[in-house]
């Protein structure tokens, strides 16, 4: 009986384990900022709001992907910022806060001035940052792995300085062949 329960102790674990999938190096906005200077590389900022059911799916479906996250983790600096939370941050000689932020609330708070420095209008919202930390582009809304792929991919090989018409991104959308599963 001990050994049955043993082992379904481990195979529980193990489960869990692999249930929890991949893991990105999240880091704050000062963290990449700081690790830019060191190694130039493009950053990956996720605006999320604690009660948003997209940004959980984000998190669940997307940034736990094996594909995803290896991607993320070699060719980006990740950072996870609360649209809607009380950090103070450091962007580009600027203090950034949220000034009307209510830790009582529950639910929808106000927006972080730095979520409507970059244009966040809608979460989940992850901005893509330059390896000067200058804006790339908001892209709205939950994407699956492969959706996704093409914004990691168009940005991390730089082709995202060749499309710059509407004709030419239809183009790349049409001719890019999703790897990730």
Known sequence: MKRLITLLAIAAFSLTGFAQGYKINWMTVEEALAAQQKEPRKIMV???TTWCGPCKMLDKYTFQNKDVAEYVNENFYAVKFNAEGGAIVQFKDQTFLNPNYDAS?????????????FGVSAYPTI???????????????????????????IFASDDYKSVTTKDQWLDYQKNFKPEFN
């Open 46 to 48: 996720d605006m999320y």
């Open 105 to 117: 609330r529950r639910g929808r708070n106000s927006q972080h001035q730095l979520a409507s420095y």
């Open 127 to 153: 901005v893509f940052l330059d390896e000067n930390a200058n804006l790339l582009t908001p892209v709205k809304g939950f994407h699956k792995p492969n959706q996704l792929e093409i914004y990691l991919k």
